[in-house]
């Protein structure tokens, strides 16, 4: 069975500095990986996805990921932090299967101007 | 990116009636919905897989007769919480997979619905 974990309840930051949301993951075959933001009483938006080919994904709003299978991680980065940044982190992992996507528990990011 | 809609948003209720939740893809069809329940400062809870045409397939632990659950068109899924009671109050989404190639499995989330029983 897959599953997902996110490390860190909380990450701040300070606005302009590089930020980083840690997620692994565990899957059998090749994992299918997604990361997805939530605002405030808000539905999940999608970030971005890592499937195949290169490891380093650009998604949305300037965020990128790292795929490192070796290390069974996808983490989420981003250069330089935003306040607007701040808001709720989903990484999520299926298999190659039609299995539904399992999320982790959510890391909360908060961008301090 | 595809586009789903949920309905109603916020919704109170008195504790025994049931309330019904809606969720549309409006620009794409979809053969899966899934249904999810959100506690505050909780992750996602994967309550149901909704498919169209065919019989909601429940998680372990949700409740079939609390939670129903209908896929009668490839856009619309139900979510019906039965004779409501408080601890249902909670946040629920839906969320529908991109159908189309390539199939990874990419979902698209409505917007959520707050239920609050009273």
């Known amino acids: 069975a897959q599953s997902v974990a996110q490390p860190e309840d909380q990450v701040n930051v300070a606005e302009g500095n590089p930020l980083t949301v840690k997620c692994t993951y565990s899957?059998?075959?090749?994992?299918?990986l997604f990361w997805y933001v939530q605002y405030p009483n808000r539905g999940l938006q999608f970030l971005l996805k890592?499937?195949?080919?290169?490891?380093l994904v650009k998604g949305s709003y300037g965020f990128e990921a790292e795929f490192n299978k070796s290390q069974t991680s996808f983490h989420l980065k981003k250069p330089s932090a935003l306040v607007s940044d701040s808001a709720l982190y989903f990484c999520?992992?299926?298999?190659?299967?039609?299995?539904?996507?399992?999320f982790g528990k959510g890391t909360r990011l908060s961008v301090i101007a | 990116g595809a586009v789903v809609s949920q309905h109603p948003s916020w919704v109170i209720c008195k504790s025994g009636t049931s309330v019904k939740i809606e969720c549309r893809s409006l620009d794409f069809q979809a053969t899966t919905m899934f249904w999810y329940r959100q506690f505050p400062k909780q992750s996602l809870m994967l309550m149901a897989t909704?498919?169209?045409?065919?019989?909601?397939?429940?998680e372990q632990g949700v409740e079939k007769d609390k939670f129903l659950i209908n896929h009668a068109s490839l856009t619309l899924s139900t979510l019906t919480v039965t004779s409501a009671h408080p601890e249902d109050s909670s946040f629920y989404i839906c969320?529908?997979?991109?159908?189309?190639?390539?199939?990874?499995?990419?979902?698209?989330f409505g917007e959520g619905s707050r239920l609050t029983v009273l």
């Open positions: 890592y499937i195949t080919g290169d490891n």
């Open positions: 909704s498919n169209e045409g065919s019989k909601a397939t429940y």
């Open positions: 969320s529908a997979r991109w159908p189309h190639y390539p199939n990874t499995g990419e979902l698209f």
């Open positions: 899957v059998s075959g090749n994992p299918y």
């Open positions: 999520a992992v299926r298999d190659a299967g039609n299995t539904p996507l399992v």
